[in-house]
């Protein structure tokens, strides 16, 4: 699940009061609630507040967002680029048309 925050699991209270009991590398027994069964394992717990930029992980973070988001724009714009080339025949449709010789032509 990755790292979440209280505030985020105030809808599932179960699940946060088992995890407020709970020390770093505890496991909780099975836990029941309105959206189903959890088991979870605390891998480890941070502090509340904001990070100062001079925090090494904070600036990874910043860094691969940065790199996620131009990768991201990249890949749209190629997929972008290869369908404006892209051509499309529908060979059923004229392999059809072909075998049933040419339409008769109607007179009004």
Do not use: C, W
Not at 19 to 43: A, P, T
Not at 88 to 99: E, F, R
């Amino acid at each position: 699940m990755g790292f979440i925050s209280s505030s985020a699991l105030a809808s599932q209270s179960r699940v946060l009061m088992a995890l407020q009991s709970l020390k770093v590398g505890q496991v909780s027994g099975i836990i029941r609630d309105s959206e189903g069964y959890h088991i979870v394992k605390i891998l480890g717990r941070e502090d509340a507040g904001q990070r100062p930029l001079s925090d090494p992980r904070v600036q990874n973070n910043i860094r691969q967002t940065l790199i996620n988001e131009k990768e991201q724009l990249l890949k749209t714009a190629y997929i972008e680029g290869l369908r404006d080339r892209a051509r499309v025949s529908n060979y059923l449709a004229a392999h059809i048309v072909t075998a049933a010789g040419s339409p008769p032509i109607q007179n009004r």
